[in-house]
C-alpha cells in the first residue's frame, strides 16, 4: 500500500501544522495505520498509531500530549495534528500501515511515499 502524505512546511517553534495521508485507489479502514518521521543520517523512527477504526491511538514518548493521530475512514485519510512544535521535530514525515495493533514497525508490504517536510524554526 503505497500513501501519499502532504501538508508539511515552515513553521515557528510553538506553532501548529496538520498533515494529512491518503492512499489511491485502496482504503485504509482495515489496516492500523501511523504516522513515522526521519531526519537526514537517522532511522526512521515511530511517532504515532491509531486502530482501524480510530478510537484507541498511541504515540511515542517525544510527541506524546503534543501530536493527536485521527482518521477519517469515509475519506479513506490519517490525519497527524502537531502542536507546541519544537525544532526537534523537524523531519520528513511518512505514513504508513503497522505491522500490528500496538506495534511501532510497519507493515511488510508498506510501500514508502515521499513524506513531507515539516521544518521548526526556533
Known amino acids: 500500500v503505497q500513501l501519499q502524505a502532504c501538508g508539511g512546511g515552515l513553521v515557528q517553534a510553538g506553532g501548529s501544522l496538520r498533515l494529512s495521508c491518503a492512499a489511491s485507489g485502496h482504503t485504509l479502514r482495515t489496516y492500523v495505520m501511523g504516522w513515522f518521521r526521519q531526519t537526514p543520517g537517522k532511522e526512521r523512527e515511530f511517532v504515532a498509531g491509531?486502530?482501524?477504526?480510530?478510537?484507541?491511538?498511541y504515540y511515542s514518548d517525544s510527541v506524546k500530549g503534543r501530536f493527536i493521530i485521527s482518521r477519517d475512514n469515509a475519506k479513506g485519510t490519517v490525519y497527524l495534528q502537531m502542536n507546541s512544535l519544537k525544532p526537534e521535530d523537524t523531519a520528513v514525515y511518512y505514513c504508513a500501515p503497522l505491522a500490528g495493533w500496538g506495534s511501532v514497525e510497519p507493515a511488510k508490504y508498506a510501500i514508502w511515499g515521499q513524506g513531507t517536510l515539516v521544518t521548526v524554526s526556533s
Open positions: 491509531i486502530s482501524q477504526s480510530g478510537p484507541t491511538k
